[in-house]
């Protein structure tokens, strides 16, 4: 079953707002990757967080992973029509595979 | 981006079919993986390989194969297609065998529906 979880799964935003994109592990995770799935497309790599406490920053994304590596997040700040998409957070669980979450969807408002 | 590639892009079929879905990589990585997710929805892991001549059943059960001869190829066959098959396939690879866990590269997905 799903050991990553994700929320809200769906993200309604007004042009300009901000806002953040919350991912929590049942267990301690080694690291975190987040992926950005167009409409239509496929999911593509962000970024990979491996640090307790890390924060990255990717233009107006901003990364962070939490002090017990158990949760994460994704905050983007002035949001724009081109960060329309599903963001998936994923993280590593047995055998060297990922767990997925299950997605929040952004649909922006001009 | 990622030198991945699938296909087809998208197959309409009939019910009771056979079919083949390709996906090559040209990055020499050793793991790969093949997904299966409907619009909007998560990905569900429906197999994976370490490498050549290993596979491995995930967490979603399909009534699909795969098999994995060489490096590169990891193709996914449907014995008898099914309206329930209907959905979308995410082929992806990752490089490291025997380490953490590392990033995913995505193919463009085969967006297969079975009549």
């Known amino acids: 079953g799903q050991q990553v979880m994700q929320i809200p799964q769906y993200q309604h935003v007004q042009e300009g707002e901000d806002f953040t994109t919350y991912c929590n592990s049942s267990t301690t995770l080694s690291n975190i990757q987040w992926y950005k799935q167009r409409p239509g497309g496929h999911p593509v790599f962000l970024i990979q967080?491996?640090?307790?406490?890390e924060v990255k920053k990717q233009k107006r994304l901003t990364f962070q992973f939490g002090e017990a590596k158990k949760n994460s997040s994704l905050h983007i700040t002035a949001t724009q029509t081109t960060d329309v998409g599903t963001y998936f957070c994923?993280?590593?669980?047995?055998?060297?595979?990922?767990?997925f979450g299950a997605g929040t969807t952004v649909t922006v408002r001009a | 981006e990622a030198d991945i590639y699938q296909t087809p892009r998208y197959l309409v079929i009939g019910t009771g079919k056979k079919i083949t879905l390709e996906c090559s990589q040209t990055m020499g990585h050793d793991k790969m993986y093949w997904y299966q997710q409907d619009p909007g929805m998560e990905l569900h892991l429906i197999h994976y390989s370490y490498g050549v001549n290993s596979t491995e059943k995930g967490d979603l059960s399909s009534e699909s194969t795969v098999s994995r001869i060489r490096t590169e190829h990891f193709p996914l066959t449907l014995e008898s297609a099914r309206p329930s098959h209907t959905s979308q396939y995410l082929c992806?690879?990752?490089?490291?065998?025997?380490?953490?866990?590392?990033?995913?590269?995505f193919g463009p997905g085969t967006r297969l529906t079975v009549l």
């Open positions: 992806a690879s990752s490089e490291r065998v025997g380490g953490p866990t590392d990033t995913q590269y």
């Open positions: 994923a993280g590593p669980f047995n055998d060297y595979k990922l767990s």
């Open positions: 967080l491996v640090k307790s406490g």
